[in-house]
T-cell receptor, first 110, second 116 residues
């Protein structure tokens, strides 16, 4: 059965800290891994990763994929209170549907 | 480009009542998905349409849930009768055929259902 596991489930940090969110997966016919940020209801797209070892970067956020070990990490440097959200990892197989992990709830305090 | 439209935004019903959610995908997106997200969990796919045909409904509780996508555009998801455990956010998403993943996948703002 396809599955996606995220850790930690919850994280509390202070502004300025750096955090690393983890995502491991088992999926048939892997096509891509995606990271989303969910603040209220609709997940918003952050990154899509398809190749191992190539870092994707957007401002203070970056992510990398290891297809051999079947995991990805999402790094956020110099965290801000606006980074507080649930971060979802999802994996896409060959059927266009996404399989999500349970998410990591990040809380950033001033 | 208009996004994925969903309505209503919130709904509170009593158990055993029925409820319906509506979704209008992005124009030209052939694939439409309904996800259920229970509090503290990630979204779970309920049903996937390609145009007006069902591709995957393996996790749809068919004894109480139904969905349709007439004319391959708008879709409705219905629950009848509702149970307490159906309380969740129902997310609709759409993508261009064969271009799933982040570049093609767009989520609506969701409907938060509370069953009391």
């Amino acid at each position: 059965e396809d599955k996606v596991v995220q850790s930690p489930l919850s994280l509390v940090v202070h502004e300025g800290d750096t955090v690393t969110l983890n995502c491991s997966y088992e999926v048939t016919n892997f096509r891509s891994l995606l990271w989303y940020k969910q603040e209220k209801k609709a997940p918003t797209f952050l990154f899509m990763l398809t190749s191992s070892g190539i870092e994707k970067k957007s401002g203070r956020l970056s992510s990398i994929l290891d297809k051999k070990e079947l995991f990805s990490i999402l790094n956020i440097t110099a965290t801000q209170t606006g980074d507080s959200a649930v971060y979802l990892c999802a994996v896409e197989g060959n059927t266009d549907k996404l399989i999500f992990g349970t998410g990591t709830r990040l809380q950033v305090f001033p | 480009e208009a996004g994925v439209a969903q309505s209503p935004r919130y709904k509170i019903i009593e158990k055993r009542q029925s409820v319906a959610f509506w979704c209008n995908p992005i124009s030209g997106h052939a694939t439409l998905y309904w996800y259920q997200q229970i509090l503290g969990q990630g979204p779970k796919l309920l049903i996937q349409f390609q145009n007006n045909g069902v591709v995957d409904d393996s996790q749809l509780p068919k004894d109480r849930f139904s969905a349709e996508r007439l004319k391959g555009v708008d879709s409705t998801l219905k629950i009848q009768p509702a149970k307490l455990e159906d309380s969740a956010v129902y997310l609709c998403a759409s993508s261009v055929l064969g271009q799933g993943g982040g570049y093609g996948y767009t989520f609506g703002s969701g409907t938060r259902l509370t069953v009391v």
